[in-house]
Nanobody, 123 residues
């Protein structure tokens, strides 16, 4: 199994930016498609973005399209989420997640995830 450690969360004002990082260990990172999920207080977990094993394809949830960018560096076993134009409704715990081979396009397609990092956007 792959172990995931997220970092980079924090408090930011609306329209600000943050970059989340997720470092993996335990298996060959480049065999896994990766992504990000989020869960706001009192709401269900939501798909944010995913990226293919080599980073050639990406996919985004409608609520973040055009504002967030997912990327990966397989040499560093790390996947990133650059978040620009943050809104108060982006406040949530963000989870790094993965799946062997195939790039997920929905929440239920991920097989494992990390412990999460809190992102809070103030208005």
């Amino acid at each position: 199994q792959v172990q995931l450690i997220e970092s980079g969360g924090g408090l930011v004002q609306a329209e600000g930016s943050l970059r989340l990082s997720c470092t993996a260990s335990g298996r060959t990172f480049s065999n896994y498609a990766m992504g990000w999920l989020r869960q706001a207080p009192g709401k269900e977990r939501e798909f944010v973005a995913s990226i293919s094993t080599r980073g050639s394809s990406t996919y985004y949830g409608d609520s973040v399209k055009g504002r967030f960018t997912i990327s990966r560096d397989n040499a560093k076993n790390t996947v990133y989420l650059q978040m620009n134009g943050l809104k108060p409704e982006d406040t949530a715990v963000y989870y790094c997640a993965g799946r062997i081979a195939t790039m997920p396009r929905a929440l239920y397609e991920f097989n494992f995830w990390g412990q999460g990092t809190q992102v809070t956007v103030s208005s």
